[in-house]
């Protein structure tokens, strides 16, 4: 077991008593409630007092059309376009999103930023076309100590998984992972670190830790947090991606193909497939985004694995800087493909919140 003891990747009886569907949000949700109702205790004077939330107001401008070129156009590979949206807000630290996961309906979420901070919420929807956000907040992320984890030089908070009311944070550029349980606190939660591979630790600088899973039950390698890097390469220049935890620890790869870099990841809710989401920019090449999907049942110690691209756009499209991929399915029993778009605060890139019809 890969994991210290101190911080068990999986609670085996949390594991035992929840659905597929019940792994996520609506554990978050309830907590939320709860910390509301029944705020943390006053720490005594030689601790810390965590900072509060703070409620923030985000402006959503719809996009009418994903394609430029013919916006009559709705189909793009195995994706139809449904509704996206341009967040902007006057709240300072908005910004950075570079990893987003939803509850089951679609509707509450969490993001977080790549300076460490929360952003937690709901969407709104008029049928099935999202219209904006509420009750939205942000907060730091806490290490052990009570401080932001900025304070400790962790930044680059790339990517999220959730397990329960836990949730699992990659941070890029150190290469580590955190965990917090939003069941005690909410995002006043303290992170605890996580035990790796030591493989984790020596990613290259900027192309580490991108994309965080948590498999859930009933599925191949149910209980393995799947953590994948940006482009850390193996001796075949392909992609190293790690099973932590779980039945079966160990490595493997993501075969890297026209000169793609993983941005996110996670799994269909129906067939457990692996999606990966994807981008690439170079002067030659130009800027494109991918997802391609990968069988579950194809991961294991020691494999290269690849899957066939069902998305693919370019500047011919409404695109940006995307680093966030989750997927549900609606009261229909669509299922949904969500992205959401890092900015890197810069005036001249958009946060984007896209969603698509996933055509099996």
Not at 53 to 67: L, Y
Not at 170 to 180: D, H, K, L, P
Not at 221 to 246: P, Q
């Amino acid at each position: 077991m890969v994991l210290s003891a101190m911080v068990p990747l999986i609670d085996r009886r949390r594991l035992l008593s929840l659905t597929a569907t019940g792994l996520v949000l609506p554990h978050l949700t309830a907590a939320r409630a709860q910390f509301a109702t029944h705020p943390r205790t006053q720490p005594p004077p030689d601790e810390l007092t965590p900072p509060a939330p703070v409620s923030i107001t985000v402006n959503a401008r719809p996009i009418s059309s994903f394609d430029l070129r013919d916006r009559s156009r709705t189909r793009f590979g195995a994706l139809a376009f449904r509704s996206g949206l341009v967040l902007t807000s006057s709240f300072p630290g908005f910004g950075g999103l570079s990893s987003l996961r939803l509850d089951p309906s679609g509707r509450q979420f969490i993001s977080a930023s790549d300076k460490g901070t929360w952003f937690t919420g709901r969407i709104v929807y008029e049928s099935k076309k999202m219209t904006g956000l509420a009750d939205v907040e942000a907060a730091p992320m806490l290490g052990r100590d009570g401080r932001p984890i900025t304070a400790h030089g962790r930044f680059d908070t790339e990517s999220i998984a959730l397990d329960g009311s836990f949730v699992y944070v990659g941070i890029e550029r150190v290469n580590r992972i955190m965990r917090f349980d939003f069941g005690k606190d909410f995002t006043r939660a303290r992170g605890e670190d996580v035990e790796a591979p030591p493989a984790v630790r020596r990613l290259p600088f900027n192309r580490g830790l991108e994309a965080l899973v948590v498999v859930p039950p009933g599925r191949p390698l149910s209980g393995t947090l799947i953590a994948i890097s940006e482009r850390g390469l193996d001796a075949g220049r392909n992609v190293m991606a790690f099973l932590i935890g779980g039945p079966s620890p160990g490595q493997f790869a993501i075969r890297r193909t026209d000169n793609f870099d993983i941005s996110d990841a996670c799994l269909l809710p129906t067939t457990g497939d692996l999606l990966i989401l994807e981008r690439k920019f170079s002067l030659t090449g130009g800027i494109g985004v991918r997802i391609r999907r990968i069988a579950m049942t194809a991961i294991e110690p020691g494999a290269l694995v690849d899957g066939p691209s069902i998305f693919g756009a370019d500047l011919g499209q409404e695109i940006d800087n995307f680093e966030g991929l989750d997927a549900f399915v609606d009261d229909n029993g669509d299922i949904v493909v969500t992205l959401v778009s890092d900015d890197n605060f810069l005036l001249i890139q958009r946060t984007l919140l896209l969603q698509f019809t996933l055509a099996e």
